[in-house]
């Protein structure tokens, strides 16, 4: 009879506490939810608040303290290319040329992620001057003159993150609702080097109202 009696309590026992772990597990959920909400708001808040001219100043400007030179020749050029860092940090001198028959500065990079090879996109004159005047040798662009060693990922973000307030992703953002404000979604998808184009959509969140806005200027 005592065994019974020990049966049941333990049956119940194991009722309640997985009853208490099935109500911890959905508040942990909830939280969770919650702080991810806010965290993406406060993300769109930072790329609402920063721009490509603002950026552009700012990093033209401290890039001439050599303290900040290569720091700021990434985000000018990421602020450009919409380059992933790791595909950005991986550039080479040859990779950025002006074009004479198009009378442009191209940077051409390898985009590990979607694995194409050679992969074109257009910098500015002022990008050109300052990876001019930091590169003058050949070699990888992004190496630490101290230790000949590439800078690393988690170096820039650190830099970008704590020093400017934003993410190389928000660059890369920025970047091509830039191209998007002057062609097509195509346009922004070959730029980013999607695959597809609904990829490109579903990153950028382009909404009908902002797509018929720009169709409508055709009809002014």
């Given at each position: 009879?005592?065994?019974?009696?020990?049966?049941?309590?333990?049956?119940?026992?194991?009722?309640?506490?997985?009853?208490?772990?099935?109500?911890y597990v959905n508040t942990l959920v909830y939280i969770c939810?919650?702080?991810k909400y806010h965290i993406m708001k406060s993300i769109e808040r930072i790329e609402t608040k920063q721009n490509y001219e603002t950026i552009k100043a700012d990093a033209l400007e401290r890039f001439n303290d050599i303290k900040y030179s290569y720091e700021c020749l990434a985000i000018l050029i990421?602020?450009?290319?919409?380059?992933?860092?790791?595909?950005?940090?991986?550039?080479?001198?040859?990779?950025?040329?002006?074009?004479?028959?198009?009378?442009?500065?191209?940077?051409?990079?390898?985009?590990?992620?979607?694995?194409?090879?050679?992969?074109?996109?257009?910098?500015?004159?002022?990008?050109?001057?300052a990876f001019k005047t930091l590169c003058l040798d050949s070699g990888y662009i992004f190496t630490n003159p101290k230790t000949n060693s590439l800078f690393t990922r988690i170096w820039l973000s650190k830099r970008t993150n704590l020093r400017y307030g934003f993410s190389f992703h928000t660059l890369r953002k920025i970047s091509a609702k830039r191209i998007l404000e002057v062609g097509t979604l195509a346009d922004a998808k070959r730029h980013l080097a999607?695959?597809?184009?609904?990829?490109?959509?579903?990153?950028?969140?382009?909404?009908?109202?902002?797509?018929?806005?720009?169709?409508?200027?055709?009809?002014?």
């Open positions: 009879m005592l065994i019974i009696n020990i049966l049941i309590v333990t049956y119940y026992l194991l009722l309640s506490l997985s009853a208490f772990f099935v109500v939810t919650i702080i990421g602020l450009d290319s919409g380059l992933r860092v790791s595909d950005l940090l991986r550039l080479k001198v040859s990779d950025i040329t002006y074009n004479e028959d198009a009378n442009r500065y191209e940077c051409k990079s390898y985009i590990k992620k979607t694995n194409v090879s050679e992969h074109t996109t257009i910098i500015s004159r002022d990008t050109y001057k999607h695959k597809r184009i609904s990829s490109t959509d579903a990153y950028l969140k382009v909404s009908e109202k902002n797509s018929l806005d720009r169709v409508s200027s055709l009809y002014n």
